[in-house]
């Protein structure tokens, strides 16, 4: 393994856990009304950015992508835009650079399920200074980690 990739894993899997309570269950219970938009029967996630007040919140879910279309292949399936690059897409860096993204998948009962960005979304995040990750677990846990 390389010393990026070993870098990458150690700060990606360097998680705390916490439970519902507070700013963490208002911003998931956001992220989760939001997941609850998306067009996907499952895998429906919903992503709030958050930087000081409520008046810098920006969020997103998980959707299809016409404009990705054009670079695959009508076999490889449709194109999707992770709620996490949603939430970052358009917003001006010095509301994303020291903010916290919550992320929060639901299954189809509305249950939480695990939903740790994906290293591609985590690159992304960590490229527009975002210092923060809170991703559900599920109903009684959430995880994250810095960037």
């Keep these: 393994m390389s010393s990026t990739a070993k870098e990458y894993e150690s700060l990606y899997s360097a998680t705390k856990t916490h439970k519902y309570s507070g700013k963490i269950r208002r911003y998931m219970d956001l992220a989760r ?3 609850q938009q998306s067009a996907f029967p499952d895998y429906r996630h919903g992503a ?3 930087k000081g007040s409520v008046r810098n919140v920006s969020t997103n879910k998980n959707n299809y992508c016409s404009f990705g279309s054009r670079f695959q292949k009508n076999h490889e399936g449709r194109t ?6 949603g939430a970052i897409l358009g917003v001006d860096r010095s509301i994303t650079e020291g903010a916290t993204v919550y992320v929060a998948r639901i299954g ?8 740790k960005p994906c290293s591609m979304c985590h690159q992304a995040l960590k490229f527009v200074g975002i210092k923060r990750v ?10 994250s980690y810095k960037l």
Excluded: C, F, M, P
């Excluded at 999707?80 to 690059?85: K, M």
């Excluded at 189809?108 to 939903?115: L, M, Q």
């Design 80 to 85: 999707t835009l992770h709620a996490e690059l």
């Design 33 to 35: 009304r939001t997941a």
């Design 48 to 50: 709030v950015l958050v």
């Design 134 to 143: 809170v991703y559900t677990i599920n109903n009684k846990i959430a995880g």
């Design 108 to 115: 189809k009962k509305n249950n939480y399920k695990i939903s």
